[in-house]
């Protein structure tokens, strides 16, 4: 079983700065692709970035590209998620997830529960003036 703990949320300005990490346990993660989707009150699922089991891959969100950063540390079983100039519209619970797949190099930007087989309990992101 993979256990999955985010932190790194917070309340931040607008065009302000935050890092959420995503923390792993139970099992190695080098086995999976990472994503990161966020839920906003009363919004659907938005899924955000992903990056391959290996690391050699990412994908991002049009309404984040060139905003976020997506990364690994398979040694330390870390994801991290830097993100800048943020809007407010970037706020919500960010989730990372797990998702099993064979091709150790490529990843999809997912948010359906039926995409990704572990998922973190969320950290809260408010960009608020």
């Known amino acids: 079983q993979l256990q999955l703990v985010e932190s790194g949320g917070g309340l931040v300005q607008p065009g302000g700065s935050l890092r959420l990490s995503c923390a792993a346990s139970g099992s190695s993660l080098g086995s999976y692709a990472i994503g990161w989707f966020r839920q906003a009150p009363g919004k659907e699922r938005e899924g955000v970035s992903c990056?391959?089991?290996?690391?050699?891959?990412?994908n991002y969100a049009d309404f984040v590209k060139g905003r976020f950063t997506i990364s690994r540390d398979n040694v330390k079983n870390m994801v991290y998620l830097q993100m800048n100039s943020l809007k407010f519209e970037d706020t919500g619970i960010y989730y990372c997830v797990a998702i099993w797949t064979p091709y150790k190099d490529a990843c999809t930007v997912v948010s359906d529960p039926g995409r990704y087989s572990y998922r973190g309990q969320g950290t809260q992101v408010t960009v608020s003036s």
């Open positions: 990056i391959s089991a290996t690391g050699s891959a990412t």
